[in-house]
């Protein structure tokens, strides 16, 4: 199963790769065990595609959808600090400690992991609404069944609905 995902990670990297510059940023490398780290702080395990591709492009984005890095230069910004901001007391919407918000929809609501201690290699993704009142967290809509899933859906097939590699639109 870990050859296969790194597999489908790979062709997500040479699908990202062909986007003009003028649609696609695409991070630097992580060299360090900064996500390594970042589990243990949320004591969660991370997926393998997500640190996969993590660790190969510390944040990115691709016509507006942004997926966030993790570094102490990012700011508010940074995965760390979002995860922090979101499960505060602070905030209303008691967002479920598993959830790992990882790309904001600009609304104040986040495509987020479902995390779990035995997620070595893949874990769902949902979209947590904000200013929703979850009565249970089976209502939570859980949108694609991976990281890469997600990255090839939101990412990749919305843009190509619009423009093409070369950034023109279509």
């Known amino acids: 199963m870990m050859i296969e995902i790194i597999n489908k ?3 997500i990297i040479d699908e990202l790769n062909k986007f003009s510059q003028d649609l696609i ?3 630097p490398i992580i060299s360090d065990e900064r996500l390594e780290a970042f589990e243990n702080q949320i004591e969660l395990t991370l997926p393998l595609d997500f640190k996969y591709l993590l660790k190969r492009y510390n944040g990115f984005s691709l016509d507006g959808t942004e997926v966030y890095g993790l570094d102490t230069k990012l700011k508010g910004s940074s995965l760390d600090s979002v995860y922090i901001s979101e499960h505060s007391s602070l905030m209303a919407t008691n967002m479920p400690l598993n959830l790992l918000p990882f790309s904001p929809d ?3 609501n986040h495509y987020c992991l479902i995390l779990s201690q035995d997620n070595k290699y893949i874990c769902p993704v949902a ?3 904000h200013d929703f009142n979850y009565k249970s967290y089976d209502d939570i809509e859980i ?3 991976s990281f890469i899933d997600w990255i090839k859906e939101v990412m990749i097939v919305w843009t ?3 423009y093409n590699y070369d950034g023109t639109k279509k």
């Open 25 to 27: 940023y695409l991070g």
């Open 143 to 145: 949108c694609n069944d």
């Open 9 to 11: 990670c790979d062709w």
């Open 160 to 162: 190509l609905g619009e």
């Open 106 to 108: 600009g609304f104040g």
């Open 127 to 129: 979209f947590w609404q």
